[in-house]
Every structure is written in structure tokens, then in C-alpha cells.
């Protein structure tokens, strides 16, 4: 069994900066991908950002330029760098990723973290 566990969300102000984590624990050979998806009130879930073995990055055009996706491949963490927020980006934030195990290759998901852009 894999787990996932998202922390760094919280309040912040307009323009503010906020870092989200995302570690992978259980039986892991590899991770393929490793991403950030958000959902807004009322709206489905969108991808942020994402980031594959080799270090290639994927970014939703809402936030290129202002958020930056990272990885630890030896800690099976990822991470978000968000910067510049706008209100807009108040959503639960959720990890996503492509686990290689002992069954072949799954998707597992965290539980989420909720980011609020407010002043």
C-alpha cells in the first residue's frame, strides 16, 4: 500500500508565497510522475504541474511563471513553489502520483490540502 501525504497549505494574502509538500510512503520500486491537481468550489479538478523521472515539468498556463514544481526522487517528494497568488488560486490542492510497485504501475492520490488566497 502507498500513501501520500500533502502539507503546506494554509491563508495567505494576495501576492504572498506559499510551499506545498507531498511525500510518498509504502512499497515504492520507482515513481514514474509525480503532479499537483487543485479543485476549486464548483469547478472539476485541473492539473497544476507536473514532473517525470528525468526532470521534465508540465504547468497549467494559469500559473507558469509563478508556481515551480520540484522533486526529491531519494525522499519520493515532491514539492510546489507557489508564488505571486492570486484569489484565483484558492483551491484544495491534491498529489498525485504514478507509483511502481510490487502489482505494476498505479495512480495514488493524497488527501489534499486546502490553499486560501484572501486578504
Known amino acids: 500500500q502507498v500513501q501520500l501525504v500533502e502539507s503546506g497549505g494554509g491563508l495567505v494574502q494576495p501576492g504572498g508565497s506559499l510551499r506545498l509538500s507531498c511525500a510518498a510512503s509504502?512499497?515504492?520500486?520507482?515513481?514514474?510522475?509525480m503532479g499537483w491537481y487543485r479543485q476549486a468550489p464548483g469547478k472539476e479538478r485541473e492539473l497544476v504541474a507536473s514532473?517525470?523521472?528525468?526532470?521534465?515539468?508540465n504547468y497549467a498556463d494559469s500559473v507558469k511563471g509563478r508556481f515551480t514544481i520540484s522533486r526529491d526522487i531519494a525522499k519520493n517528494t515532491v514539492y510546489l513553489e507557489m508564488f505571486s497568488l492570486k484569489p484565483e488560486d484558492t483551491a484544495v490542492y491534491y498529489c498525485?502520483?504514478?507509483?511502481?510497485?510490487?502489482?505494476?504501475?498505479?495512480?495514488?492520490w493524497g488527501q489534499g490540502t486546502q490553499v486560501t488566497v484572501s486578504s
Open positions: 509504502g512499497i515504492i520500486f520507482s515513481i514514474s510522475v
Open positions: 498525485k502520483a504514478v507509483v511502481n510497485g510490487v502489482g505494476g504501475s498505479s495512480p495514488y
Open positions: 514532473i517525470i523521472n528525468g526532470g521534465t515539468t
